[in-house]
């Protein structure tokens, strides 16, 4: 039995409020179960320097944790410096969010996505992702509404999800008692065809099989269609 309650196949709870932010282009607070983050998307009608003059756009990411985000304070980043896992998720992050954009059409403008984990109970960089992905689309949608974009530049939905063995059984989507006591776990980036954008995987007390490997992936594919629909309903999009 998962310390929730839950069925080895049973996402948490999954809530997307779109709007959230007045201010942003696109904007939501995702919740996965007690993990709640908000993401935000800014459209900068210019990208980095590295692109100037090559009429393609780029998309990217930032990513922390608020200081009662966990149970114990964490100084802010500004005050202590950004470590190499925040790094590590955000760049995650901007490449999962890249992979499905059409960056020539976007044309020389950036999108930045901010995720910023106001409460944390395992699974932020998935929530992050997924809720990341509905900020950027809605800002894409604001784009062409204000006429400067002919339709939405996204060749794919996309979501991510973590997967773990836990007391010898495949779990989908970890909370933080399952994912700091899991012999393995996962994190998974797929599209709504199925198609893998990446993979994180790690062995915590022992090597994980192959047949393990491929139920984590069919719980993942699992998981992933369902957040998928659940932001399409947010979005409002088929």
């Given at each position: ?15 997307i409020e779109t709007g959230f932010n007045k201010q942003a282009e696109g904007s939501c ?45 964490m100084d802010r980043e500004a005050v202590k410096g950004r470590g190499g896992r925040t ?152």
């Open positions: 039995m998962r310390p929730s309650g839950r069925k080895l196949a049973e996402l948490r709870n999954v809530s607070l995702i919740s996965f179960g007690d993990t709640k983050v908000i993401c935000n998307a800014t459209v900068q009608e210019k990208v980095p320097p590295f692109l100037r003059g090559q009429r393609v756009g780029w998309v990217t990411a930032e990513y922390g944790m608020l200081p009662r985000s966990t149970n114990d304070r790094y590590e998720i955000q760049r995650l992050i901007g490449r999962s969010l890249r992979g499905v954009v059409n960056l020539r059409e976007l044309g020389e403008r950036q999108i930045i996505v901010d995720c910023d984990v106001i409460q944390a109970d395992g699974g932020t960089r998935t929530a992050s992702i997924t809720g990341g992905f509905v900020a950027m689309y809605l800002a894409l949608q604001k784009l062409v509404k204000d006429g400067k974009l002919d339709r939405v530049p996204v060749t794919n939905f996309l979501a991510a999800v973590s997967c773990g063995i836990y007391k010898g059984s495949c779990c989908l989507d970890l909370d933080y008692d399952e994912d700091s006591n899991a012999e393995a776990d996962s994190n998974f980036v797929m599209d709504d065809k199925g198609r893998i954008i990446e993979i994180q995987g790690t062995a915590e007390e022992k090597p994980f099989t192959k047949e393990e490997f491929l139920r984590l992936t069919e719980l993942a594919e699992k998981g992933i269609e369902e957040l998928i629909e659940l932001q399409r309903e947010a979005l409002k999009v088929n």
